[in-house]
């Protein structure tokens, strides 16, 4: 007699064992791809709010990007409390992965960049003010790396479950404040006005930080790890730049330089957050090496 669930269990009669029929058919007792997965639940959340065409590309693309920023915050998370004890070498995965799915990020925008304005204006209206700029998901990225902004924490101070954790981030050391940490602790002179920073606030370009990378950049045997992590810092901010261009252009070309449904200039505001520098001596290095 078979055991349930080997082979011999799935289709008896089907000489091929690389038979599509050797595949598992009943899943009355058995947890299903789509049960794995709440598919149900997945395209119930689905729900355009007009008969627009391509309303359903436009909730596709957002759905999915959450889901990758979701996957962004908790890798982002992850590799800090590796870094915040002293551990460079697995950090260094995650953060790839944090990268690869930026490029996901940036490429749902060529997607939905196959919307034209005709189609946009068909259902813009019908949502309101609700808009990318109040994703708690895309907030919390940025507080992480350590675009530091208190003020863009209050479309969420309606929903404490959201803003209490941005809230705890901002109080927090960011990615680079972590990594800034690790370099003093290397013996590399950083002064405690740099290490005691108000956390709250933006990261400024400072001389002695500077200093500190010139010496890893300049010495990378020796400071092996922290160049590796360096660079792997700056993927990310690339990503982030590439992504946040590719929202402004995609923003241009769909609305031109209307108002955006949240209530933001639009482009303007998008070409104004280009200017944003999340780790600004991994960029002068390269300029006085």
């Given at each position: ?6 082979p011999?269990s799935r ?18 007792r ?6 794995y997965?709440?598919l ?6 689905h729900q355009?709010?007009?008969a ?7 909730i596709?693309v957002?759905?999915v ?15 800090m409390?590796?870094l ?12 790839s ?17 196959t919307m ?15 808009s990318?700029f109040?994703s ?5 990225v ?14 969420h ?11 705890d ?13 690790l ?12 290490l005691?920073?108000?956390?709250a ?27 590796e992590l360096?660079?792997k ?34 482009a ?7 200017e944003?520098v ?12």
């Amino acid at each position: 007699m078979s055991r349930p669930g080997s082979p011999e269990s799935r289709h008896p009669d089907s000489p091929d064992r690389d038979s599509p029929e050797q595949a598992y058919q009943d899943f009355t007792r058995r947890l299903s791809y789509g049960d794995y997965l709440h598919l149900d639940e997945l395209r119930a959340a689905h729900q355009p709010v007009t008969a627009a065409h391509d309303e359903h590309l436009f909730i596709a693309v957002h759905h999915v990007s959450e889901v990758w920023l979701g996957l962004i915050i908790r890798e982002l998370q992850a590799a800090m409390t590796l870094l915040e004890g002293g551990v460079t070498d697995t950090p260094l995965k995650m953060l790839s992965r944090v990268v690869r799915a930026q490029e996901q990020l940036t490429n749902a925008w060529e997607v939905l960049k196959t919307m034209t304005p005709a189609d946009y204006l068909q259902f813009r209206s019908a949502f309101g003010a609700a808009s990318g700029f109040q994703s708690a998901g895309y907030r919390m990225v940025e507080v992480l790396l350590g675009n530091r902004n208190p003020a863009l924490l209050r479309p969420h101070e309606h929903r404490p479950d959201l803003h209490d954790p941005l809230q705890d981030a901002l109080r927090a050391p960011s990615v680079y404040d972590l990594t800034l940490r690790l370099l003093a602790a290397r013996g590399l002179p950083l002064p405690r006005a740099v290490l005691e920073r108000d956390l709250a606030q933006p990261t400024r370009l400072d001389e002695a930080v500077l200093e500190a990378w010139l010496t890893v950049y300049r010495d990378p045997e020796q400071y092996w790890d922290l160049y590796e992590l360096a660079e792997k810092l700056l993927d990310v901010e690339d990503n982030f730049r590439r992504w946040r261009f590719n929202h402004l252009t995609t923003v241009e070309r769909t609305i031109g330089f209307k108002t955006g449904s949240g209530g933001t200039s639009g482009a303007g505001y998008l070409r104004r957050a280009l200017e944003v520098v999340l780790f600004p001596e991994l960029w002068a290095v390269r300029t006085r090496l």
